[in-house]
C-alpha cells in the first residue's frame, strides 16, 4: 500500500472515530476538522488546544472518547466497517453528496451501502401515509414507475405505504433508488420491507447518518427526514393527514429550497387533508408526472423502460373480456355502489356480478363492504 493511500485510509478511520464522538454536534465536528486541518488532527489535540473553541462539557466527550480509543483500536473498528461493504463518507470525501452539503445541520458523516445515486441525475423524494389507500397505493405505484422511466432517481425513506410503494415501482420499472433510513444501515426497518431493502442494497442505494447497529428511535426519523428532502431536487407527497410527519418533511423541503407538489385528494379524506393544505399554501398541483417535469425542468434525458408493459390493469382490459373492461372502466378507487356501477355499465344484473366475481380472483378489484367495490392494481410481488 502507498504511503498516499495509507494515510488517507488513517484518515478516514479517524473521521470515522470523531463521527461517533457523542456530545459533539454536527457543525462542531466539522468546525474542528476545519480548525486542525483534519480528523487525524483533531485526534492528537490537546485539552488546552480546545478551550476557547468548545464549551468544557464537550472538551471532557473529546477526551474521553480519545482515551477510549487507541489508534490500534480504531483502525480495527474502521476495518470492521468495511468488512460489512458499509461505505462511509465524511463531509470533507469527494463522494459525500453536493446536495447535502448545502442543507442546514448536514450530516458529519454518512454510511452507504450499495451506490450513491448520481450528483447530475435529477431526483424526487416521493412520501406519503404509512396507512395508505388504494387509490394512494396505485399513485405511489405509477408516480414510481413513470419518474423511473424518465431517468429520475426516486428518493424514500423505505417505510411501509407510500415510500415503500414508490421505491419498489421505480425498481420494477429498471430506475434507481435510494432509501434514507432512520437507523443503521445493517437494519431493515420495517422488517416487512426486507426484499426492497435488499433489492435497494443490491440495484440501488441505502444510506443513514447514523452507524451500524443503530436501532430505530423516534428521534431520529424527523432527523432522517431531512436527509430525504436534502437529496431530493423536489419532494411529492401522496396522501398525508393535517398533522404528519410527511408535513414536517415538507417544511424541511422549503426551508431547503426545493419544489414540493402534492397530488390532490377529496377534502372529505382525511388522507388527503395535509396535502390539500399544502395546495391551500402554494404547493404545486400533480397533474402527471411528465408535466411536473417539464414546469421544474427536471425532464432528464436519458429515459429508462421503454417498451414495457403498463400493467396488469391496461393488459386485462386489452385481453378481450368485454364484461370485465367495461366494469374496469367505471370501478373507481372510491368505493362504488352495485347500482352505480350497474347503471353505468348498462349490463344484466347476472353478467355484472360474474365480471365482479372474477375481477375481484384476478385481483383487479375488491369488495369493501355490502355491495360496494373499488379498483385495485393486481401486484405481482409485494412490496
Keep these: 500500500m502507498s504511503n498516499e493511500r495509507k494515510e488517507e485510509k488513517e484518515e478516514q478511520a479517524y473521521a470515522y472515530w470523531l463521527a461517533n464522538c457523542s456530545g459533539l454536534g454536527n457543525q462542531t465536528k466539522r468546525r474542528l476538522e476545519i480548525y486542525a486541518g483534519s480528523a487525524k488532527a483533531v485526534y492528537g489535540m490537546k485539552e488546552t488546544d480546545l478551550k476557547g473553541i468548545l464549551t468544557q462539557k464537550q472538551i471532557k466527550s473529546l477526551m474521553e472518547a480519545g482515551r477510549e ?37 448536514p450530516p458529519y458523516a454518512i454510511y452507504v451501502e450499495g451506490r450513491l ?45 407510500i415510500d415503500g410503494i414508490s421505491q419498489w415501482a421505480a425498481l420494477q420499472a429498471d ?23 435488499e433489492t435497494l442494497k443490491s ?24 436527509i430525504i428532502s436534502g437529496m431530493a431536487d423536489l419532494v411529492l407527497i401522496i396522501e398525508a393527514r393535517e398533522k ?15 419544489e414540493v407538489y402534492v397530488v390532490p385528494g377529496r377534502v372529505t379524506d382525511s388522507l388527503s387533508a395535509g396535502c390539500n393544505r399544502l395546495l391551500c399554501q402554494g404547493a404545486g398541483l400533480l397533474i402527471s408526472v411528465q408535466e411536473m417535469l417539464e414546469e421544474t425542468g427536471m425532464v432528464h434525458s436519458q429515459k429508462i423502460g421503454e417498451g414495457k408493459t403498463e400493467g396488469d390493469m391496461k393488459a386485462l382490459l386489452n385481453s378481450g373480456s368485454e364484461e370485465m373492461n367495461r366494469i374496469l372502466e367505471v370501478l373507481d378507487f372510491y368505493p362504488r355502489s352495485l347500482d352505480e356501477i350497474q347503471a353505468e355499465s348498462g349490463m344484466e344484473y347476472g353478467k355484472m356480478m360474474f365480471a365482479l366475481m372474477n375481477l375481484c380472483i ?6 369493501l363492504a355490502a355491495g360496494q367495490f373499488i379498483k385495485k392494481r393486481k401486484r405481482e410481488t409485494d412490496e
Excluded at 450528483?119 to 389507500?133: D, F, L, N, Y
Excluded at 447497529?213 to 432527523?223: D, K, M, N, Q, V
Excluded at 404528519?244 to 426545493?258: F, M, N, W
Aim: proline share 7%.
Design 69 to 105: 480509543t487507541d489508534k490500534e483500536k480504531l483502525m480495527e473498528h474502521y476495518a470492521v466497517l468495511k468488512k460489512q461493504n458499509i461505505h462511509f463518507y465524511p463531509i470533507s470525501h469527494p463522494n459525500y453528496p453536493n446536495r447535502l452539503k448545502t442543507i442546514g445541520n
Design 117 to 161: 445515486p448520481e450528483e447530475k441525475i435529477p431526483a424526487v423524494a416521493v412520501i406519503g401515509a404509512r396507512q395508505c389507500s388504494e387509490y394512494g397505493r396505485y399513485m405511489a405505484e405509477q408516480c414510481g414507475q413513470e419518474l423511473a422511466k424518465s431517468g429520475i432517481i426516486v428518493i424514500s425513506g423505505m417505510a411501509r405505504g
Design 175 to 197: 430506475g434507481f433508488s435510494c432509501g434514507i433510513l432512520g437507523c443503521g444501515t445493517d437494519i431493515c426497518y420495517p422488517s416487512e420491507n426486507r426484499k426492497l431493502y
Design 203 to 226: 440495484r440501488g442505494g441505502i444510506l443513514s447518518e447514523w452507524p451500524p447497529g443503530t436501532s430505530p428511535r423516534p428521534e431520529l426519523f424527523p432527523l432522517r427526514n431531512r
Design 244 to 258: 404528519s410527519g410527511t408535513l414536517i418533511t415538507a417544511d424541511l423541503a422549503l426551508e431547503q429550497g426545493r
Design 362 to 367: 384476478e385481483g383487479m378489484a375488491e369488495q
